[in-house]
């Protein structure tokens, strides 16, 4: 698939070319089930067992573009579900700390991913509300599940503003008003600054 393929694929509303150059270089299809593997690309969740979902190929976009990342960063992933979106984001040269709550989710993720041969992707297998202390801070946190709040621990976790860096973001769905909003909160010397990126459809942050 082509740049501009894409681009008109995502409406417009993706244009950083790391995020684009990741998206055309990582096989989606090898993180569906085989049977799905033709509708691998079209607009909407797809399953991927235990009544999990992988993102539609935009929202991936979206949220990995408003991530901000470049190579050397390091995020933290909740929820590694087929292991799509750690693979984007270890293309776009971060590295990966994902957490995922279900053994047989994370140990196919992890299958997949070796075998593509992505390197500087850490994975773990636990309850991702409580982050990963031991490697925070992180340049971006990215959670691909809904809760009713923001878990203390991932803002905890976000890189603080220093004088010539920024400061971490946090890309989140959130439960409200019976919908679901994705949000963006940045780290900024005056404090958490959040932004709404608008209507999505997650399944839900297992507590
Ligand atoms: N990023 C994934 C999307 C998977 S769907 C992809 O690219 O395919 C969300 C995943 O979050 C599911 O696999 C689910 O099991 C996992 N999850 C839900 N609650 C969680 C929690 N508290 N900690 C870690 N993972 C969680």
Partial sequence: MGADELIRMFGGRVHDRLVLDAIRSVP???FVPASLAQQAWENHPLPIGQGQTISQPLIVALMTEALQVGPGDRV???GTGSGY?????????VEVFTIEVRPELADGARRVLEELG???IHYRVGNGRAGWPEQAPFDGI???AAGDDVPSAWLAQLRPAA??????RLVLPVESDGGQELQLIRNTPEGLHRSSLGGVRFVPLVD
Wanted: hydrophobic share 40%; proline share 0%.
């Fill in 28 to 30: 989606r299809q090898r």
């Fill in 76 to 78: 933290l992933e909740i």
């Fill in 85 to 93: 979106q750690a693979a984007v984001l270890a293309q776009c040269g």
């Fill in 118 to 120: 992505y390197a500087g």
């Fill in 142 to 144: 990215i959670a691909t």
């Fill in 163 to 168: 004088d010539q860096q920024a400061g971490g």
